[in-house]
């Protein structure tokens, strides 16, 4: 078709305005009044069906677009912008973070090392987050999708900074010797995961057994090593836990960083949502050793208050990440001015060339609300676990599995007389009854064999007393639950 002089730009550019003041008062409503709603409800199944319909041939215009948006997606959210949301380990986000999102998206940049404010912004944040967590300015640093990609980076410089250039050029199976690692039985899955996808394989990650607090155990750390060179394998790097999954435990951070060192492994710690406990005083003894790790990853979704998805690797060697990603073309060569003179080039630092302006989020964060308010609402939410935990104690119908050090409490259902499988299906129905209800959403996990009631607290919004909504819940589903087996 010629030009007909129509672009995808809207006829009636006030209509545009209309629709998007209406949409930003709905947003902005809906997270002033979230608290008064449910935290999740469940999507009937007329409107999953309408999901299933093709792609419109005619267009239908922005204001019907806007409708069906209201009608079939807003009330469907996940339920995490709600106060009684602590499933998984997923952040709240706030209204800002819909703000920047839109002037991100209004800004349209690509950050694959084009001359921009916005690679200015990335670098800044960079900057910023590499002082906080007590990285030199000389380290390297990228904004990632999450923590996933971010653990996924980190490993990558290890492996082929401990494998040789060989790795680059030729593959895993050019080089001599099998590379082994190893992180604790309580690591995230990302880290195993990256294993896979970086051809090392899952096996070769060695899963450390814990101590009762859930930390690594460092006697059988060592002997894992030395069992893999007695076998002729070659260790390549440890990789430490700055607060887990399940319950918020930390490795012993100084020692493995010592132990590393002393071996010649690469020490990557993955801090998804612990770091965040190195910006508070009251906190940071828990994580001390982050600061001394070879690559932290973590992320600004979960505790760092920006909507989804940011994550942040940080590499002490530059170079050595720089050299892990660089890869060359002739249309991306950088130019001494112009577009192409970015100082920042994050496609050099990540598998992705193109790349959103996730930075925004964090910058817009960090300047509304400062690092003081961003310290206090980590400090709220480990105080809000310890009460979670003390109340647990003291409740007989409640038992406390696990310590509680950070923002993770687990906890189950007694359930007098019931055990095994069936106290375990007590507790993930109890879960799912107070998800459906709409009251709050924990979620479940297993620790040493045993289904039990998680909650992971990086919420702003919650409040003291919306801990004590959920706990009722749980007792009162709980003898609901019991009373029916
Ligand atoms: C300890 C830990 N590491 C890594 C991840 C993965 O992070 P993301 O979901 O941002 O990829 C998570 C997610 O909960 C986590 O808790």
Redesign the pocket.
């Known amino acids: 078709m010629s030009d007909d002089g129509r672009t995808l730009d809207p006829t009636d550019w006030e209509a545009v305005r209309s629709v998007g003041h209406r949409m930003v008062d709905t947003l902005v409503d809906g997270l002033r009044d979230v608290r008064h709603g449910p935290a999740w409800s469940p999507m009937p199944a007329e409107v999953k069906a309408r999901f299933q319909a093709p792609a419109p041939r005619q267009g239908r215009g922005l204001e019907a677009a806007w409708a069906e948006l209201q009608r079939s997606v807003l009330p469907y959210r996940l339920g995490n912008v709600h106060p009684r949301f602590w499933a ?3 952040g709240t986000g706030t209204v800002t973070g819909v703000l920047a999102a839109m002037a991100a998206a209004a800004m349209n940049n690509n950050l694959s090392g084009l001359e921009s404010a916005a690679v200015h912004v990335e670098a800044q944040v960079v900057g910023w987050l590499k002082e906080l967590m007590g990285f030199p300015a000389s380290a390297s640093g990228l904004l990632t ?7 996924l980076i980190g490993l990558q410089v290890a492996r082929d900074s401990r494998g040789g250039p060989a790795v680059k050029a030729e593959g895993l199976q050019s080089v001599p010797g099998r590379l082994v690692g190893y992180a604790s039985e309580e ?2 899955s ?2 195993a995961r990256a294993f896979a996808v970086l051809g090392l394989g899952n096996a070769s990650l060695r899963r450390i057994p814990v101590d009762e607090s859930l930390r690594m155990s460092l006697p059988a750390l060592e002997r894992a090593i030395e069992n893999d060179l007695r076998a002729g394998l070659r260790p390549f790097c440890v990789v430490g ?1 700055a ?3 399940n319950t918020g435990a930390t490795d012993p951070l100084e020692a493995l960083a010592d132990l590393a060192r002393a071996r010649g492994l690469v020490f990557h710690v ?5 770091a965040w406990a190195r910006i508070s005083p009251l906190l940071s003894d828990q994580v001390r050793g982050l600061e001394r790790a070879d690559s932290i ?1 973590f ?1 600004l ?2 505790w760092g208050a920006v909507p989804y ?1 940011v ?1 942040c690797v940080l590499v002490r060697d530059a170079e050595a990440h720089r050299r892990t990603f660089q890869a060359s073309a002739a249309y991306l060569a950088p130019h001494p001015r112009g577009v192409s003179a970015a100082d920042y080039a994050g496609h050099e630092l990540g598998p992705e060339l193109s790349r959103p302006f996730r930075a925004l989020g964090p910058w817009m964060a960090f300047q509304e609300h400062g690092l003081d308010r961003l310290r206090e609402v980590v400090e709220k939410n480990v105080e809000q676990a310890a009460r979670v935990a003390a109340r647990v104690r003291q409740e007989p119908e409640l038992e406390l599995t696990a310590p509680a050090p950070l923002n993770v409490v687990t906890f189950r259902y007694r359930g007098q007389g019931l055990e095994g499988a069936d106290l375990d299906a007590l507790n993930a129905e109890v879960v799912m009854r107070i998800q459906e209800s709409g009251v709050a959403v924990p979620s479940t996990t297993r620790l040493r064999g045993r289904t039990v009631i998680r909650l ?1 607290i990086v919420n702003h919004r919650s409040l003291d007393e919306d801990f004590d909504v959920l706990l009722d819940a749980v007792l009162q589903t709980g003898r609901a639950v019991a009373a029916q087996r």
């Open positions: 998984r380990v997923i999708s999450g923590c996933s990609l971010a653990n690591a995230h990302s880290v836990s607060g887990t999954v993955d801090a998804a949502f612990g990853a992320d979704h979960k998805g994550g992971a």
